[in-house]
C-alpha cells in the first residue's frame, strides 16, 4: 500500500537517506559481505518500512530481518557461550 | 567476622531506612521511578558517609555499625516503621519476578567465589580501598601507580562492602548495587515512554543483562556504574523529577569517573527536548536542596582535592592528555573530530558484533550483546520514526554515545564509556516484540544466552572458575604473584610495582608500604624504620645500584629482599 501524499513526500526524504548509507557500505566493502553487514540491511530495510509498513508482507519482513541479525551475532558468540558453560561441568 | 556482620547489618538497615525516609518525604507520590529514587538515595547516603567517616579517619567497623544503630533509633524516633507495602512496588508478575529473583541470586553468588581479578584493578582501581580499609581512614596515599588518583566515588561503595567485615569477600556488591539502579533507571525510562509495568520491567531486566553491564558489575570496573548514573540522569530527566535528583545523580556520577560528563551533552538535550512536559515539585525545599548539596559534594571532592594536592583537578592527566610509559599519549584531553570518527568506524564495522568472547573489560568488543543487536537496532530505526519520546531519549542518549566518543581515544576498551547506550536499544527491543510474535521469541532466547553467557567472564583467570571456588573464602585471592613474603611480612612498593593490591590479602592482614625514593639511601633509611625487609618495584636505578652494593637481593617475580 503506498503511502498518502504527505506521507510519500517523507518516504522520499528517508529512503534518499537511507540510500546514502547503502551507497557508503558497497561503495566501501565487498558486495558479498552485503549480506552480513547490519548497516546495509537496516538501511534497506528502511526504504522497505518507508514505502511499504502498511503491507501485511511488513511484519513477516522484519521478523525475518530480526531473525537474520541474530544469526550473524550468534554466528560469531554462540560458540563461546557453550564453550564458557563447560566450565560449570 | 560475626561483630562485623552485625555492624553491617545496622548499617544498611539505618541506610535503607533514611533511603525511605528521604523518598517520603521529597516525592510522597514518585510514580514509577520510586524505585531508581531509593537505590539512588542509598547510594549516596553510603558515599557520604564513608567519606564523612573516612576524612575524620573513623572508617572502622565499629564506628559505621554504631552510628547505623544511632540514626536507626532516630529514625524511629522521628518516623513510623517503613512498611515493605507502602512501597510502590511494580506488578511484573509471576515469571519476572522469578527471573529477577534468579539474576540476582547468581549476581550474589557471583560476588561471593569472584575475587578481584582484573589487572587494571587490582593495580590502580582498588589497591585505594585495601589501603584505606587498613588505614581506617581515607589518606593520601592511594597507591604508587599515578592512576591511582583518578576520583574514587565507586571505591566509596567498595569500602562499605570491605570495612565492616574487613575483608573484601563481598566488594563486588558494590557494582551489583549500581546494576540494581540501572534497573530502575531503565524501568522508569520505559515508563516513560508509555510501556506498561510488565514491559517496562523486561526491558529493564534485559538491559541488566546486557554482556557488558552485567560482566563489569562483579569485576570491580567503574565504568558500569557510570552507565548506571547516565540511564539514571536520562531516566530522571524524561520524566521531570525536581531538579535537585538530578543533580544528585549527576554528582554521583562525574565523582565516580569524569566519562560520565563526557555523556553530559546529550543529557542536556535530554532536559531540553523534555523542557515541556510538567515537572513535579518536591514538597521539601530545604531537604530537597541539600540532597542536591550532597550531588555537589559527591562531584567534586575528588577533583577539589586533586586540584589542592597537585594543582590539577584532573591530575594526572594534563592538557595534553596522559602518556603511557612509551611516550604515546594513552588517553585524550578534550574532543578530536578523528577520535570520534574511528570510534564510530571501529563501533559500527566490529565491536557491535561481538567478535571475541564476553568479558568485562570490553577488548575489541562492545558487550552490548545479542538482544540489542537483533531487536534493539531495528526497533530503533521503528521507533524513531513513529514514536515521539522515544525519538527524543534515542536523540538524548545518541548525543552522549558521540559526545563521548569524541571525547575518548580509539583504543581496544573504548566501548567500556558507552554501556548506557543499549539502555535504549532494549526498550526498543521490547517495544517491537510486543507487536510481533516471532520477535518475542527472538528476545527471550536473546536473555536466556545473554543470561548463560555472562555466567563466567572470559578473562578469568587459568582454572576459571574453579580456581577461585576451591579456595576456602577467607584466603580467596588471584594467586597471579609468582613468589610473595610471607603473610606476615611487611612490603615497601616503589614506582613500577603492579598488582599491588594483592599484596594486601583479602583480609588486610599484610601491612603495605608506599615509597617514592631519590635516593638508594633514602629507601633503606625508609626500610629500615618500618622494618620491612622486602620491596616490590620494578628494577630502577635506585633498586639496581642497592642490588649492586649487596643491600638487596633480588627475589622472583618483582621482589628484591633486604640482605
Not at chain 2, 558484533?353 to 564476553?358: A, F, K, R, S, V
Not at chain 2, 537483533?374 to 527524543?392: N, Q, S, T, V
Not at chain 2, 583504543?411 to 548506557?420: C, G, K, N, S, T
Not at chain 2, 536473546?446 to 574453579?466: E, I, K, N, R, W
Amino acid at each position: 500500500m503506498m503511502p498518502r501524499p504527505e506521507g510519500a513526500r517523507r518516504a522520499t526524504l528517508e529512503t534518499v537517506i537511507a540510500l546514502f548509507f547503502l551507497t557508503w557500505r558497497l561503495a566501501t566493502y565487498p558486495f558479498s559481505t552485503f549480506y552480513r553487514d547490519w548497516v546495509a540491511l537496516l538501511s534497506l530495510y528502511w526504504i522497505i518500512t518507508a514505502w511499504g509498513q502498511e503491507s501485511k508482507l511488513w511484519p513477516w519482513i522484519t521478523s525475518i530481518l530480526v531473525l537474520w541479525l541474530m544469526t550473524i551475532y550468534s554466528r560469531n558468540q554462540l560458540p563461546f557461550i557453550i564453550d564458557g558453560l563447560r566450565l560449570l561441568s | 567476622m560475626i561483630g562485623g556482620g552485625l555492624w553491617m547489618l545496622a548499617g544498611n538497615a539505618s541506610v535503607l531506612a533514611w533511603s525511605w525516609f528521604l523518598l517520603r518525604r521529597l516525592y510522597p507520590d514518585p510514580g514509577p521511578e520510586a524505585l531508581l529514587l531509593f537505590m539512588l538515595f542509598r547510594l549516596a547516603l553510603i558515599s557520604l558517609a564513608i567519606l564523612g567517616f573516612g576524612l575524620f579517619g573513623a572508617l572502622t567497623s565499629a564506628n559505621l555499625g554504631a552510628a547505623g544503630v544511632f540514626t536507626l533509633a532516630l529514625f524511629f524516633i522521628i518516623d513510623k516503621p517503613p512498611s515493605l507495602r507502602e512501597f510502590p512496588w511494580p506488578r511484573i508478575g509471576a515469571l519476572a519476578c522469578l527471573a529477577a529473583v534468579l539474576i540476582a541470586s547468581r549476581l550474589i553468588l557471583q560476588a561471593w567465589f569472584f575475587s578481584p581479578y582484573n589487572l587494571d584493578v587490582i593495580s590502580y582501581h582498588i589497591p585505594k580501598v585495601a589501603e584505606w580499609t587498613s588505614a581506617g581512614a581515607i589518606t593520601r596515599e592511594a597507591g604508587i601507580d599515578p592512576r591511582s588518583t583518578f576520583p574514587a566515588g565507586f571505591e566509596l561503595i567498595e569500602l562499605w562492602w570491605v570495612v565492616f567485615l574487613h575483608h573484601d569477600v563481598l566488594i563486588e556488591m558494590a557494582g551489583v548495587e549500581f546494576l540494581f539502579l540501572s534497573l530502575g533507571g531503565v524501568y522508569s525510562l520505559a515508563r516513560t515512554l508509555g510501556l506498561d509495568e510488565r514491559p517496562s520491567f523486561a526491558a529493564a531486566l534485559l538491559y541488566i543483562l546486557t554482556p557488558g553491564l552485567h560482566l563489569q558489575a562483579t569485576s570491580c570496573f567503574n565504568d558500569g556504574p557510570v552507565a548506571a548514573l547516565v540511564v539514571t540522569t536520562a531516566a530522571l530527566l524524561a520524566a521531570r523529577t525536581p531538579p535537585a535528583t538530578v543533580i544528585l545523580s549527576a554528582g554521583l556520577g562525574i565523582g565516580i569517573k569524569p566519562t560520565y560528563a563526557f555523556a553530559l551533552p546529550g543529557l542536556l538535550l535530554l532536559c531540553f527536548l523534555f523542557r515541556k512536559e510538567g515537572r513535579s515539585s518536591p514538597r521539601r525545599p530545604v531537604l530537597s536542596w541539600s540532597v542536591a548539596g550532597g550531588g555537589l559534594v559527591l562531584g567534586t571532592f575528588w577533583y577539589l582535592r586533586n586540584l589542592a594536592w597537585y594543582g590539577n583537578p584532573i591530575y594526572p592527566m594534563s592538557l595534553r592528555g596522559m602518556a603511557n610509559p612509551t611516550g604515546t599519549i594513552a588517553q585524550q584531553t578534550g574532543p578530536r573530530i578523528s577520535s570520534l570518527l574511528s570510534n564510530l568506524r571501529l563501533l559500527v564495522d566490529q565491536r557491535i558484533y561481538d567478535p571475541i568472547p564476553w568479558a568485562p573489560q570490553l577488548d575489541w568488543i562492545s558487550g552490548w550483546g545479542l538482544a540489542a543487536f537483533a531487536c534493539g537496532l531495528p526497533a530503533l530505526l521503528l521507533y524513531c520514526r513513529e514514536h515521539d519520546r522515544f525519538r527524543k531519549v534515542a536523540a538524548g542518549l545518541s548525543c552522549s554515545l558521540g559526545s563521548v566518543l569524541l571525547l575518548v581515544t580509539p583504543d581496544a576498551w573504548f566501548m567500556r564509556f558507552v554501556l548506557f547506550y543499549p539502555s535504549i536499544l532494549c526498550i526498543g527491543g521490547v517495544m517491537l516484540s510486543l507487536r510481533e510474535t516471532p520477535i518475542r521469541i527472538v528476545l527471550i532466547a536473546a536473555m536466556f544466552l545473554q543470561f548463560a553467557g555472562t555466567t563466567f567472564p572470559d578473562d578469568l583467570p587459568v582454572g576459571g572458575f574453579s580456581f577461585f571456588a576451591r579456595q576456602p573464602w577467607r584466603e580467596r585471592s588471584l594467586d597471579l604473584l609468582p613468589w610473595a613474603p610471607k603473610k606476615d611480612e611487611p612490603v615497601v612498593c616503589t614506582p613500577g610495582a603492579s598488582y599491588t593490591y594483592l599484596l594486601y590479602r583479602p583480609d588486610f592482614s599484610r601491612r603495605v608500604l608506599y615509597a617514592r625514593p631519590t635516593t638508594p639511601e633514602e629507601l633503606i633509611h625508609f626500610m629500615d624504620r618500618h622494618r620491612a625487609r622486602f620491596v616490590q618495584g620494578k628494577s630502577t636505578p635506585v633498586l639496581e645500584d642497592l642490588v649492586k652494593r649487596g643491600k638487596l637481593r633480588k627475589m622472583p617475580g618483582q621482589f628484591f629482599e633486604r640482605t
